[in-house]
């Protein structure tokens, strides 16, 4: 903290307590989720009218489930109650414990946030290639990699930061989160084409957002191209050129050509300059999450956008339900950095699990801080889908599937990356069995973890893991909870077992055993015998002759066989939780402190 101003704490005496439920007179004032219970009490109902009338609309719950606040409000008009849903926060930061007002002398002038919008094939992609590549400012030459989904840049010593996706996906999905990131849409509006579909849709997009507009007349070096209609196209639109007595900035343009781009940046300045855009850089951070995946090796990356606050290299931070210190910031250069301000896209590794674009966060100057709300945030998120979630208990499943009923069967589904993810909720949706539908509540990239396996405690659900292994800590957990955890390397071997265990026809002869685990804790290279990893036994045992696998932050690295296994300097044929060993895998060297060797067997399982 040293040369560092103090900066203004995300919490302590500025707090502004979240208000539980409360009655005015026969209104309903509420903030998130009720409990069956609270609201009957608050209603002065009993909990059975509750669960009657939800049962009716084919919602089971028990008294002790949470009801969205949207249940909330058709149960208070169907008892005819008045309510008022009161917004957590009136800022553009919904954490209810974070309200904090910025004192306006700390306020300072903030960069722009630029989002590029347009019909398809009008040029958005080429446009962020060439601002990208326009004007290079000292300490950016030569590096054309990007690391990051959004990027800044320099202009006379202003500077505009752009979000990289191109299309209307990421700005809609963030927009229909509450989140507003963006303050200048720029419209790309090919010349030669003209207003399209989704040049309106971008339109609406923006109004709807209270966003001004800048229109980039593109493709102007055709000689199809033609400025005038495009004018006249946007005008029926209610998109004014100045000419016309409007005040939106028309600014013709050839990204191909690399014509027109500084005079768009300027044209993006001008208008920035007039939203007087202001922040604080003197409080801890917060913001929204562009982008998140697992990063081999690294774990949790996530880029964030910093709305108001200054992140630092030190700080803890909760995006989503996640948290956790952070371990490295990066620019979009892939340039560590100690601190970031407003406006500045950064990508940051050390959070406990993925969160979700369009999630927002918040940065704490103490782990409790965090911790505490990233752990408020979990069962929240657990509360709701057990809300949400159709209350299936196996020990009803045989009666309801004598009684002719559809079986649900909630799923969890976690993935080495988004893209697996995804293909695997597709592939198990496909599964038609009468009788059986999979609901599936949790798709997503990441490593298996302790909110997982309590969500699936809450909703009864079983978890599939894709090419991803749970560490002890969460195979415990499930152990305790009696949930399921099926994990599977190959799509087609996954669909096949679940098809298999939904028709009851799956008597699994063999189950894979883990043995133990071991903690690469240091490395040394040999020319003749490759990478020796130094191991600390965590759990269990692990036998020279064994088959294990290495993981990486939770993610199958290789599965193999041990090649030696020494303790101190002599061969070992195994070697047992609380002891050290030496261990090279077969024809493996790619092994890094902090991985985890896994030995597992294949066992006999006696069915009946
Ligand atoms: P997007 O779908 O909006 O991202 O459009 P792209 O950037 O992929 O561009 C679509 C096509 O238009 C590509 O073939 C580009 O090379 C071309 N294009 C983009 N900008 C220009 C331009 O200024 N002039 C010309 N002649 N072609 C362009």
Request: aromatic share 4%; proline share 3%.
């Amino acid at each position: 903290m040293s040369n560092e101003k103090r900066r203004i704490s995300n919490v302590a005496h500025h707090t502004k307590k979240a208000s539980g439920p409360y009655m005015e007179g026969r209104k309903l004032i509420y903030q998130g989720p009720i409990k069956v219970s609270d609201l009957a009490r608050l209603l002065k109902l009993s909990e059975a009218q509750i669960i009657k009338n939800l049962f009716m609309k084919g919602q089971m719950v028990t008294i002790n489930n949470v009801l969205s606040p949207e249940t909330v409000a058709e149960l208070c008009l169907d008892f005819n109650f008045d309510y008022d849903f009161v917004e957590e926060s009136d800022d553009d930061c919904d954490f209810g414990l974070a309200h904090i007002v910025d004192n306006p002398k700390d306020l300072k002038p903030r960069p722009p946030v630029v989002t590029i919008m347009g019909h398809v094939d009008h040029g958005k992609t080429t446009l962020i290639d060439a601002i990208r590549s326009s004007s290079i400012v000292s300490g950016e030459a030569g590096s054309i990699t990007q690391a990051i989904g959004a990027y800044q840049k320099e202009i006379n010593g202003k500077k505009i930061t752009f979000i990289d996706t191109p299309g209307h996906e990421a700005f809609t999905a963030m927009r229909s989160r509450g989140t507003k990131v963006t303050d200048i849409v720029i419209l790309v509006v090919a010349a030669d084409d003209g207003v399209m579909p989704q040049t309106i849709e971008a339109i609406d997009h923006a109004r709807a957002a209270e966003v001004p507009i800048i229109v980039a007349v593109n493709k102007m070096d055709k000689p199809s191209a033609d400025l005038q209609k495009v004018k006249n196209e946007l005008l029926a639109q209610n998109v004014i050129a100045e000419e016309y007595g409007g005040d939106v900035i028309f600014q013709p343009i050839s990204a191909k050509k690399g014509t027109g781009i500084e005079q768009l940046l300027d044209a993006i300045l001008v208008t920035a300059e007039m939203l007087e855009l202001h922040a604080n850089p003197r409080r801890y951070a917060y913001g929204t999450v562009l982008e998140a995946r697992l990063e081999r090796g690294e774990g949790p990356k996530a880029t964030l956008l910093i709305q108001n606050g200054t992140l630092t290299n030190r700080d803890f931070v909760v995006a989503g339900a996640a948290y956790g210190k952070v371990r490295r910031m990066t620019n979009e250069h892939n340039k560590a950095l100690k601190s970031a301000g407003p406006a500045t896209p950064v990508a940051i590794i050390g959070l406990d699990e993925v969160p979700e674009a369009g999630d927002n966060f918040i940065a704490f100057e103490t782990e409790k801080e965090a911790k505490e709300l990233a752990t408020k945030r979990k069962q929240i998120r657990i509360e709701e889908s057990r809300g949400s979630s159709e209350g299936l208990k196996l020990s009803d499943l045989h009666k309801q599937i004598a009684e002719g009923e559809t079986v649900v069967v909630n799923v969890i589904i976690k993935a080495d990356n988004s893209g697996s993810a995804e293909a695997v909720r597709g592939s198990l949706e496909k599964i038609n069995i009468d009788g059986v539908r999979l609901n599936i509540i949790r798709a997503s990239a990441g490593q298996i973890t302790e909110s997982d396996v309590l969500l699936a405690s809450a909703s009864n659900a079983v978890i599939f893991g894709f090419n991803i292994r749970p560490n002890n800590q969460v195979r415990d957990l499930a152990d305790r909870l009696k949930i399921e955890i099926h994990l599977h390397r190959v799509i087609y071997a996954l669909l096949e077992q679940t098809e298999k265990a939904l028709r009851g026809l799956l008597k699994p002869e063999f189950e894979e055993k883990v043995t133990g685990q071991a903690e690469v804790r240091a490395i040394w290279h040999a020319s003749k015998v490759g990478t020796i990893a130094g191991c600390y036994m965590l759990s269990g045992i692990i036998r020279r002759d064994q088959t294990v696998r290495l993981l990486r932050d939770g993610v199958i690295i290789y599965e193999g066989e041990v090649a030696t296994m020494k303790h101190v300097k002599n061969d070992v044929k195994e070697s047992r939780a609380g002891y050290e060993c030496g261990m090279t895998l077969l024809n493996y060297n790619d092994i890094k402190e902090g991985d985890i060797i896994e030995g597992f067997a294949m066992v006999e399982v006696k069915n009946g």
